[in-house]
Structure formats: structure tokens, C-alpha cells
């Protein structure tokens, strides 16, 4: 064991020893190792800058190629673009004998080589070649022009506007067709190419045809030919009274209107050009335009608008300053004239009412704003409100102190009714009235009998002048010297409206009044007529607001009321002052009659004899009388009251008040013997009562003697 012990520990030792050795050894192992590590990288490196090297060097070599390719193809682009100035030359230069949408086609690619070549000036051939376009360009674009205007010359010269109606033209979706759909599609491919900065021929074109034929049609519409033809056709239909929404002027700004809407949005189209680039839609190019075209026919409502109101010579003159037509119609309104206030048939107030109605409340009224019509929608308008205010007050003062001639037989005056037709027709124009009186209540005052309102202070000289003396005292009888406005509130429907009614009232009864006193002036026996003449006036305003339930819901119940007792006042004033006279005649001879007859006794009762002085009483009874009746009877039977209500109430107030004692004359004294014979006693009772009553039962039938 010792022994092999030592061996092995021998062994361990001489490999230690060995192992001690490589462990000496392994630093210079190790550094070769890092030695060689390092040559290995630096080897990397080189390779690594080798390969970029020849990415840079295959980069250029593509881009090279790239450079190349580009050329060639710009090259092809070019010779292409050369060749379609070949292509188009031909088509282009057919003009207007080309295709129409083959020359838009040539044009356009004309213009697209002109932008390349002009973006490619570098290459060699390229200028000639673009001068040689831009010459074809400016040939083709006066080609363009002549077929705009070509087309824009088919255009008629004006609308016929007697193939229009009014109910046509107040519909805002109207349109006159002025181009056809081919026509208006020529017109904006045309624009769409002509269109730019400097270049606007065509659109001075477009404007000027525009502006004649707009001018043209309202033109042809003022003249007095067409006048002619609206009153042929007026008197066809026996129009007689104005109807609303009939008069020219109105229909000229509706015709007005409705071309402007039309041509605008002819406008709009060729001028804005939908589907092109958003730089060539110019809304203020189209509001310049407008402005021009809408000039001349603006120009010419506004001179109809002041012929309207009456200022004719300004308007002439006006307009004749601006170099246009010189003819003009003179439909003017008058307002110190009568028949222009609307007493006659002209009926002039009415017309001033509805154009300023239309204009104020119009269906197109909102459309001026966007049709450059400032003047139309705002001066006009002033100008028109202002004359109708002062019309509507020159109106009632004009009936209050109106002086036409009173009525030969009684009858219900011309101005009577003028003013009730008034009354009523004025209703229809309500919204207007409301407008035109707001703020203006201090004038709506009642005007008293003397045909004064009470805020005009005038002397009684200067009303005498005017032949507004007082009445005289046969009659007394009158209405209140100014009627009582009715209580109204503000805040009630047609408050300014029923204002205006009671002044028309109170202006009419005041005129009435005044007429009345001319009956007398003319011939004292002819006073009673006055009554006559006050009842049927009265009778017919009465009957007149009662009848139309416009004018019936204005009125108050205290104003009717009162005119009933007036016409009823007028009744018995009337009898009084006719038949009092006729009736003192029975009274006065019965006292002489009976003082004869009693100086005996019982000799009133006698039928055989009586004495010569009471024969005499009652022969003269008698022929006072029937000779006051007859004067009466037939100077009165002239009279007229067509109502014949009214005419049986005055016939019964007669009846009442003479026949009974009339009668009782002749029961008491026809009897007796006071004439020798039966023939004799007619001569002086030529009127038994039966005939006295049938005879005023004639009365007032307006016959002549």
C-alpha cells in the first residue's frame, strides 16, 4: 500500500507540474487570441465600407436611368402636344360652321397644350409652337364671341306682356322662357371658356341685350297703345268700376319683377358658371350687371310710380334726362280735382291705394331687396305712402267742403254715393289704412257742420266765402255741430280704420247740411225739398252700412241709432215745414165756421139753411185748401224718394198729421148746404179724404209736371 501510494502521489505531482505549465503559458495564448479577434474586425469594416460604397455607386446608377427615362417621356409629351395644334388647327378654324361640341372639345385641348408647352419652354421648338396656339386661341375665342351674340340675338326684343295675366305673373315660380334649354347651354359653355380677368366683350354684350329687351317689354306695356287695348278690353268685360289689382301699374311692377327674377338667374348662370372653379364664381360681377340691366326699366316705374301721384312734368323730365323714351301716359291723380278724388268713375283713389298696398304688402315685395330695386322698394314707396296719407285727409276734407250743385228732385247725391261706395270699397284695403294712419290719430278728428274740423281755426268771414253761412232758422233742425268720434281702443281690430270712417261720416253729414241750405237760398217755398233731399241721403248712407257687414262691424250702434233718429227728425221737420201751413187753413176757418154757425141755435145742425157769412167760411175752407193741396200735391208729386220703405213712411206721416182733421171738416160741414147746387159745392170741396189720401199716396215718385 506505502508503495502504490507513493507512486500516485508522483503522478499528481509531474501533471501538476504540467498544469502549472500551460497556466504560465496561457497569457500569450490569450493575447494572440485578442490579437487575432482584432484583425478580424478590421477585416469586417473594410468589407462593410466596400458595400456601401457600391450601394451609393447602384443608387446613382438608378437615378441615371430614371433621368433618362423621364427625358424620353417628356420628350413623347411634347411631340404629342405638337401634334394635337395639328389635330385641333383644322376644327378650329371652321368657325361657326364647325360642330359645335366638337369646336368646345378642339378648344379645350388647345388650352391644355398651351399650359404644358408654357410650363415646358426649355425644350427646343417649343416657342413657336405656343405662339402658333396662342394665335389659334385668340382666332377661336372671337369665333366664340360671334356664336354668343349670335345666340343672344335670338333673344326676343321684348316680352308681349298682353299675353299675361296677373294671376300668371304674381306666382313666383313664373317664367318667361326667354332661352331655350340648347340656347342657355350654348350661352354658359361659351362663358366657361371666354371667362377670365381682363377678357368681358361677351358679358358687355349680354348686359346690353339683357337691359333693351328688359326695357323693351315694360316699354311696350306704358305706352298708351297698349293702354288703348286694356280699356277695349275693360270696356268688353262693362268694367265700370275699378277692380282690384287690375291697374297697369301694378301689373308693370309685377312684370318688373319677374323679368328681373328671370334675367337674374339668367345672370347668375352664365356669370357664376356652376362646375367651375370656385374663382370664377363672382357674385359681385352679377350684382354689377344687374345694376346695369335693372337701370333704364327702374327708371322708367319710377316715372309711372310719379305720374301716379300726379307729378307728371317731373317725371317727363326725369326721364327724358336719362335719354329714354319720351312717351308717357297721364293717369296722374289730381287731388283738388273731383273726379280725380274718386267721385267719378275714374275711381283714381282706389288705384293709389292698391299700388301702395301692393308694394307694401305685395306677394313680390320681398323680392326687390335681391333685385337691386332700392328705389323701387323704398323711394317709390315713400314718395307713394306720403301722396296716399295726403290724398286719404284731402278726401274726407274734400267731401266736407265739397260744392257740386244739390239734386233738382231730392234724390240721394252723387257724393252721398261716391262716399258710402267709399266706405265700403276702402274696407278691402284695410291693412294699408291701419299702416298709412298709425301715428297720425290727431288727425282723424270729425269735421263739424260748417265743413271745418275743430283743430282748423277759420274766420266766419273766410267760412262765408266759402259758403259755409249758418242755417236759417226754417232749419233749425240739425245734427250736433261735430259728431262724437266712437270710443275705440287702440288695441281694437281696424282701430285707424274705424277713425277714418267716422271722419268720412261726419265729413259727408256735414256737406249734407251744407247742400241742404241751397234748396231755401234758391227759393224759400222749395225748403221742404231740403228735408226731402236730408232723408234720402241719410235713408241711403243708413241702409248702406247696414247692408255691408264690413262697414256694419266698423260703425258703432250709437252712430246708427242716431242717424235713425235723425232721418226720423227729418220726417217730422219736413211736415212741419210743408204741411203746417196746409193744416193752420182747416184750423183758422173751423173757428170762423163754428162762431157762425152758433149765433143760432142749433143751426150747426141744420141741413136746409144756414147764413150767407157761414156759407162763405165754409166755400173758403174748402177752396184754401184744396187750392193749398193742389199747389202742394203737384209741386211735390216731382219729388223723389225711390226707397220705397222710406217713401210710404214719409207718404204715412203726411196721411197722419193732415187727414183726420181734414176729414172731420168734411163730414162736419160737407153736408150743408153752403153752395146752391151739387155741381156748384165740387167747385169749392173738390177732394173728398178718400182721394186726398190716394193722391199722397202718389207722392215722392219723382214724376215731372
Given amino acids: 500500500h506505502v508503495s502504490a501510494m507513493t507512486v500516485s502521489s508522483d503522478k499528481f505531482k509531474s501533471q501538476l507540474d504540467v498544469l502549472s505549465s500551460c497556466i504560465d503559458k496561457l497569457p500569450h495564448a490569450f493575447e494572440k487570441v485578442k490579437k487575432a479577434a482584432a484583425s478580424c474586425e478590421k477585416s469586417t469594416v473594410t468589407v462593410s465600407d466596400f458595400i ?28 404629342v402636344k405638337v401634334d394635337v395644334s395639328r389635330q385641333v388647327e383644322e376644327v378650329l378654324q371652321q368657325g361657326e360652321n364647325a360642330d359645335f361640341e366638337a369646336f368646345l372639345s378642339s378648344y379645350d385641348r388647345m388650352e391644355e397644350a ?56 304674381q306666382s313666383p315660380s313664373h317664367k318667361f322662357h326667354l332661352l331655350d334649354k340648347e340656347s342657355l347651354h350654348t350661352l354658359i359653355c361659351i362663358a366657361r371658356r371666354l371667362y377670365t380677368e381682363t377678357t368681358s366683350d361677351y358679358l358687355r354684350v349680354f348686359t346690353r341685350k339683357m337691359s333693351q329687351l328688359f326695357f323693351n317689354s315694360l316699354k311696350a306695356w306704358f305706352t298708351p297703345s297698349y293702354a288703348q287695348k286694356r280699356d277695349a278690353y275693360w270696356k268688353s268685360k262693362n268694367i265700370t268700376h275699378y277692380d282690384r289689382g287690375s291697374h297697369g301699374f301694378i301689373f308693370g311692377v309685377l312684370l318688373y319683377v319677374r323679368l328681373a327674377e328671370n334675367i337674374l338667374e339668367l345672370c347668375t348662370a352664365i356669370v357664376n358658371m356652376p362646375n367651375t372653379p370656385a374663382e370664377r364664381s363672382n357674385p359681385d360681377l352679377v350684382t354689377q350687371i344687374m345694376e346695369i340691366i335693372v337701370d333704364a326699366p327702374l327708371t322708367l316705374i319710377l316715372k309711372e310710380g310719379k305720374i301716379i ?68 322698394s323704398t323711394e317709390l314707396k315713400a314718395n307713394l305712402r306720403t301722396k296716399a296719407s295726403q290724398f286719404l285727409f284731402k278726401y274726407a276734407q274734400s267731401i266736407a267742403i265739397h260744392q257740386g250743385k244739390e239734386t233738382s228732385d231730392g234724390i240721394v247725391h252723387e257724393i252721398t254715393n261716391s262716399t258710402v261706395h267709399f266706405m265700403r270699397k276702402v274696407f278691402e284695403y284695410n291693412a294699408v289704412l291701419e299702416d298709412l294712419f298709425r301715428g297720425r290719430e290727431k288727425e282723424l278728428v270729425p269735421y263739424s257742420a260748417d265743413g271745418f274740423s275743430p283743430h282748423e281755426h277759420s274766420s266766419q268771414q273766410d267760412k262765408k266765402k266759402k259758403g259755409f253761412e249758418r242755417m236759417p232758422s226754417s232749419l233749425a233742425l240739425q245734427p250736433p255741430a261735430t259728431p262724437p268720434v266712437p270710443e275705440f281702443s287702440s288695441n281694437v281690430e281696424y282701430y285707424h280704420l274705424r277713425m277714418y270712417i267716422a271722419l268720412l261720416i261726419s265729413s259727408l253729414t256735414s256737406n249734407l247740411h251744407n247742400k241742404a241750405k241751397q234748396y231755401s237760398r234758391h227759393n224759400s217755398s222749395m225748403t221742404e225739398l231740403s228735408y226731402i233731399f236730408l232723408i234720402n241721403n241719410h235713408n241711403y248712407m243708413l241702409n248702406a252700412i247696414v247692408g255691408d257687414k264690413n262697414v256694419q262691424a266698423i260703425v258703432s250702434s250709437e252712430q246708427l241709432r242716431r242717424t235713425e233718429e235723425l232721418i226720423r227728425s227729418y220726417i217730422e221737420r219736413y211736415f212741419v215745414t210743408s204741411w203746417r201751413g196746409t193744416l193752420k187753413i182747416l184750423e183758422a176757418n173751423v173757428t170762423t165756421i163754428d162762431e157762425k154757425l152758433q149765433k143760432k141755435k142749433n ?13 162763405h167760411a165754409i166755400k173758403t175752407l174748402f177752396k184754401n185748401f184744396s187750392d193749398d193741396f193742389e199747389a202742394k200735391y203737384h209741386q211735390q ?53 178718400e182721394t186726398v189720401e190716394d193722391m199722397l199716396s202718389h207722392l215722392f215718385e219723382g214724376i215731372l209736371h
Avoid: W
Wanted: aromatic share 10%.
Fill in 52 to 79: 456601401d460604397i457600391l450601394d451609393e455607386r447602384l443608387t446613382s446608377t438608378k437615378i441615371g436611368y430614371d433621368n433618362v427615362s423621364n427625358t424620353i417621356t417628356a420628350i413623347e409629351r411634347l411631340l
Fill in 309 to 376: 301721384v300726379g307729378d307728371v312734368d317731373e317725371a317727363k323730365e326725369e326721364f327724358e334726362k336719362k335719354g329714354s323714351h319720351s312717351g308717357y301716359s297721364s293717369s296722374g291723380l289730381n287731388v283738388d280735382g273731383l273726379t280725380e278724388l274718386g267721385f267719378g268713375r275714374n275711381n283714381q283713389v282706389y288705384i293709389l291705394l292698391d299700388v301702395v298696398d301692393n308694394l307694401t304688402f305685395g306677394s313680390f315685395t320681398r323680392s326687390f331687396s335681391s333685385l337691386y330695386s332700392s328705389k323701387l
Fill in 114 to 169: 398651351i399650359r404644358f408647352i408654357s410650363n415646358n419652354k426649355e425644350f427646343v421648338g417649343a416657342t413657336p409652337v405656343l405662339a402658333k396656339l396662342q394665335n389659334l386661341k385668340y382666332n377661336s375665342q372671337q369665333t366664340l364671341e360671334r356664336m354668343f351674340n349670335t345666340t343672344l340675338h335670338a333673344l326676343p326684343a321684348g316680352i308681349d306682356a298682353t299675353k299675361y295675366t296677373v294671376e300668371k305673373l
Fill in 637 to 689: 208729386r216731382c219729388y223723389n224718394v225711390p226707397d220705397a220703405k222710406l217713401r210710404s213712411e214719409v207718404q204715412q206721416s203726411i196721411k197722419k198729421g193732415l187727414l183726420p182733421q181734414y176729414r172731420e171738416c168734411v163730414i162736419k160741414y160737407g153736408p150743408l148746404p153752403f153752395s146752391k147746387s151739387v155741381e156748384k159745392k165740387h167747385k169749392y170741396l173738390r177732394y173728398q179724404p
Fill in 603 to 615: 143751426l150747426l145742425h141744420q141741413t136746409t139753411h144756414i147764413s150767407k157769412s157761414a156759407r
